[in-house]
DNA sequence: CTTCGATGACAAGAATTTTCATAATGCACT
DNA sequence: AGTGCATTATGAAAATTCTTGTCATCGAAG
């Protein structure tokens, strides 16, 4: 697998390339938009890493040039956690998914995985369904039976991830380290105390409950 | 003019009614959104000013039933500051305007006025530009030759004024008016630091300067 | 050279997230 | 079924982070 990432911030590129080589990948690594431009059109990669902000030409101009000139890699962009506006238009541009800085690098990994599989396949992880709960993440907005529900940004990531996985039990340690990016295990209940949150907000005012304990193990959202 | 405010805080609701009632409009007041919906349904009005957050049935599904319903009248949304999904969802449903509270009252009034002047011409005054500089207000985003950049709530509004003036001068006192709503003269220089940040993520890393300072008076974009 | 505006640093205030203490619930075992 | 232990739920307080406003100082314009 032939991947190109164009991150700016050394730290961060370093980590997803030396991740991804150690998983049997040939990777690139670019730190300014418009050489990475001229990199993405000239060689063929099988999928684009391309962090949001970026010094010169941003992640998204460089994304809105390439799909203009009919180049379909796949791409995936790296956000940070409170901007919204980045992943509408990330998404918007072009892209096929977004990972919300900072992540842990399994989560990388799988997204990676599952870009490969579908290579280009967009805009139907876009919306994430269960029962008559829709998450849109173009406009980072979630709806339960066209009620509009404000959620806050680590409330948004964690039912993003457990719809990401519907029907699969989460255990809490895989929701910090997905959604926190923490592998270890601290004496903390974050995990519990924003499940509850998110219960209020998300089941409470409705008839069926969509997030499940699984006692012993963690939580899962139904099919 | 016949106005239907519907607004379930009083007390904004009794500021906004009674105003325009002193400017010679007639003006119905509702609180809850079902009831709303049936009086817009039955009673011919020139405008609604509706809040976004209503109990019972929100502002924005009263209106994407009323436009369901083929009723073209003109709408106002209220939204607040931080809200920013609010405003997308607002002009998504067929808004036409929106306005941030707190706002002052002369505020509302122009954008009455302006709603009158095109009763059915929305879409037009959704993207503002000055040059190369656009604000998308459905997306709440604004570029420069295509680099996306990144505004707090309070720049943003600050850069909504001035670009919806476009041209005319804004002396201090109608910023503070207009954006902060704050009506007498207070020993404050907020307005002069807001340009200043505006400034450093709108115009320095660019080749033209928009914002014009007019020594005496005020501030200025340029047509 | 005097006044007005620009700006960086700091402080206040809000919003968000995490921790902590306590209550509630489920499950195993009598 | 009842009791006790362990797990989960939740409200409130504390900590953190983000945003906004103030102040003091610097620079530019007339």
């Known amino acids: 697998m032939k991947i190109l990432v164009i991150e700016d911030d050394r730290t961060t590129g370093n980590y997803v390339a030396e991740g991804l080589r150690e998983e049997g990948h040939t990777v690139d690594l670019m730190t300014d938009g418009k050489d990475a431009l001229l990199q993405a059109s000239t060689t063929d990669y099988d999928i684009l890493i391309v962090d949001r902000m970026l010094p010169g030409l941003d992640g ?26 980045d992943r509408i238009e990330g998404l918007n541009a072009g892209g096929d998914d977004y990972l919300v800085k900072p992540f842990a690098f399994g989560e990388l990994s799988a997204r990676v995985a599952a870009l490969a599989r579908r290579p280009r396949a967009t805009q139907d992880e876009i919306v994430l369904r269960a029962g008559d709960l829709e998450m849109d993440l173009m406009r980072r907005k979630v709806t339960r039976g066209g009620q509009h529900i404000d959620l806050l940004p680590r409330e948004f990531a964690l039912l993003e991830h457990l719809l990401r996985r519907k029907g699969r039990v989460q255990t809490r340690t895989m929701l910090l380290e997905a959604v926190w990016d923490i592998s270890f295990d601290p004496q903390t209940n974050v995990v519990e105390t924003h499940i509850s949150r998110l219960r209020a907000k998300v089941d409470r005012p409705f008839e069926t409950e969509l997030i499940k304990t699984v006692r012993g193990s963690g939580y899962r959202i139904e099919e």
């Open 60 to 85: 998204v101009s460089v994304v809105k040039t390439m799909r203009g000139a009919k180049n379909q890699t796949p791409v995936l962009f790296l956000t940070s956690l409170g901007g919204v506006d």
